[in-house]
């Protein structure tokens, strides 16, 4: 019970917190390694934004909450080529195209049925090997393939910053995103959305104009991946 009330105050608090800026930011809970339940306490309290990882994992959850009939699936993971075809069928937004291929596969896979799925663009903004997500300068020709697609709607961007506590080099990276954004702003003023900023550089990527915050640990605590 204390880790239920504990998970709900945090929660409050950010929403809070989020609702007092003055652009709008988006709160969505990363649940990847925590079970059903933790997704199912969120939900009953309000919170309808959630982020998956593990495409396997993913669909377990999206089975047991079926009767969850608002909840919205972000998938924020590495997607390989092969897994496209359950996101597309399943999941709400992507923020993790990377690539034609997998933005083509999404676009053939997306059921008529179904409202053209919300996509960002991952950008490696950190430059590290062990991330994905392209280059900066590779962003706008992939976004002009991107907007060409019409099971897809192309909403924004989205990066994982250096996992560090030098805030000023946070702070440069989130606001290179910023500039990114506004580049792609400029052949396409439809997009909304700038999804950067986690646990530990949640704020700083808010004041550099993130409308979309990912949060796990912060609010279901440690993750154990074993
Ligand atoms: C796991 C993950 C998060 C959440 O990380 P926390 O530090 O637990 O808040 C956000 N974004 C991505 C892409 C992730 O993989």
Not at 1 to 20: A, F, P, S, T, W
Not at 37 to 55: M, W
Not at 200 to 221: E, K, L, Q
Request: hydrophobic letters at 40%.
């Amino acid at each position: 019970m204390g880790i239920v009330q504990n998970r709900l105050d945090v929660l409050n608090e950010l929403q809070q917190h989020l609702q007092d800026q003055n652009h709008e930011v988006k709160l969505i809970a990363v649940s990847k390694t925590f079970p059903v339940q933790d997704i199912r306490t969120l939900y009953v309290a309000g919170q309808r934004d959630f982020g998956e990882n593990y495409i396997q994992e993913w669909q377990q959850k999206d089975k047991q909450l079926q009767d969850c009939s608002d909840l919205i699936w972000h998938i924020i993971g590495n997607i390989q080529s092969n897994k496209s075809r359950p996101v597309a069928e399943r999941a709400h937004w992507v923020h993790t195209v990377d690539r034609l291929k997998l933005a083509q596969r999404l676009n053939e896979q997306r059921p008529d049925a179904l409202p053209a799925l919300n996509v960002c663009i991952e950008i490696n903004i950190a430059d590290e090997d062990a991330k994905h997500g392209i280059a900066p300068q590779q962003m706008m020709a992939l976004a002009q393939e991107v907007l060409k697609m019409p099971r897809l709607r192309l909403r924004g961007l989205m990066c994982v910053a250096k996992d560090t506590d030098d805030t000023a080099l946070l702070r440069q990276q989130f606001m290179q995103m910023q500039d990114l954004f506004k580049q792609l702003k400029s052949i396409a003023p439809e997009v909304d959305t700038l999804s950067m900023g986690m646990s530990g550089d949640w704020r700083i990527a808010v004041d550099c104009g993130a409308t979309h915050v990912r949060i796990g640990s912060a609010i279901f605590g440690k993750r154990d991946y074993a």
